[in-house]
C-alpha cells in the first residue's frame, strides 16, 4: 500500500514537471500543447458538422407552452416536494446517459415528459458517439426547475437570468457542453469539441421533430432546452 502511494506521488510530480514545461513552452494554449505534444495524444477529425449555432430559440417562441404544459410557479423547496409527492414532478438523479451537477440556483425535478426527452437526447447522444474512442461519455445537466426564492437569489448574481424563464415551469434543463464525464484521462480539443458538436446534433434532430425547443446560450456555457 506504501508503495503504491509513493508510485502515486512521483507519477503526480512528473505530470506536475510537464504541465509546467509545457507552460513556458507554450502559455497561451498548455493544455492542448502538454496533451498533444508531452503526451503524445492526437487531435483526430471526427468530421462533426457545426449545430450549436442553429440552437436559436428565444424566449417568445416558447414561453405560452410552457406555462401551459408545465407546473405553476413554485416558491421554495417545499412546494417542489409537495408537487413531486403529487406525482407533478419526478426528481432527476444521475443514471445511465447523464449526470446531475451540484446546482446551486434550481432543484433537480422535471415533469415527466421533460424526463422522457432528456433521457432521449442521453440515449440519442449515446448512439452517435459510440463508434469513436469517446464512447461511454456522459454529458451534465446544469439546471432545471427554479423556485422564485432561487430565480431571485440568481438574479442578485446575474442579471441576465429572466424573470420569465421557462425554468420555473419546470419543463427545462440546461446541459453543459464544456465539460463531460468520459472513461478517457485526458481529452484533446478536437475530443472536446466533438462532444459539444455531436450533443448539439442530437438536441438540433428533437428539435426538428418537434420535440422541444432549444437555444445555444454562449455566456452560460450550455444548450438551454424546453420540452414540448
Known amino acids: 500500500m506504501r508503495r503504491f502511494f509513493l508510485i502515486t506521488v ?11 514545461a509545457a507552460y ?4 497561451k ?4 500543447f502538454f496533451v498533444r505534444n508531452i503526451l503524445g495524444i492526437k487531435c483526430l477529425d471526427y468530421k462533426q458538422g457545426v449545430f450549436s449555432k442553429k440552437l ?16 405553476k410557479k413554485c416558491k421554495d423547496e417545499k412546494e417542489i416536494r409537495q408537487l413531486a409527492d403529487q406525482g407533478k414532478l419526478v426528481k432527476i ?15 433537480p425535478y422535471l415533469t415527466r415528459n421533460s424526463l ?31 423556485t422564485t426564492d432561487k430565480l431571485r437569489k440568481l438574479r442578485s448574481v446575474n442579471s441576465n437570468a429572466s424573470l420569465n424563464s421557462p ?11 464544456i465539460r463531460f464525464s468520459t472513461r478517457r484521462y485526458f481529452l484533446t480539443n478536437c475530443d472536446e469539441k466533438y462532444l459539444m458538436e455531436a450533443l448539439a446534433e442530437v438536441i438540433w434532430q428533437l428539435k426538428k421533430e418537434k420535440r422541444c425547443w432549444a437555444t445555444f446560450e454562449v455566456q ?3 444548450y438551454h432546452v424546453v420540452s414540448r
Open 93 to 107: 438523479e444521475s443514471g445511465k446517459y447523464f449526470i446531475v451537477s451540484e446546482l446551486s440556483h434550481s432543484y
Open 24 to 27: 513556458l513552452i507554450n502559455p
Open 220 to 222: 452560460q456555457n450550455c
Open 56 to 71: 436559436n430559440n428565444k424566449i417568445p417562441d416558447y414561453i405560452e407552452y410552457s406555462k401551459r404544459a408545465g407546473i
Open 116 to 146: 422522457d426527452l432528456l433521457n432521449l437526447i442521453g440515449m440519442r447522444f449515446q448512439k452517435k458517439i459510440s463508434g469513436t474512442r469517446l464512447k461511454g461519455a456522459k454529458f451534465k445537466i446544469t439546471s432545471m426547475t427554479r
Open 29 to 32: 494554449n498548455t493544455r492542448s
Open 10 to 20: 512521483i507519477l503526480l510530480l512528473v505530470s506536475c514537471l510537464l504541465f509546467s
Open 167 to 177: 425554468h420555473q415551469f419546470a419543463n427545462a434543463f440546461d446541459i453543459g457542453y
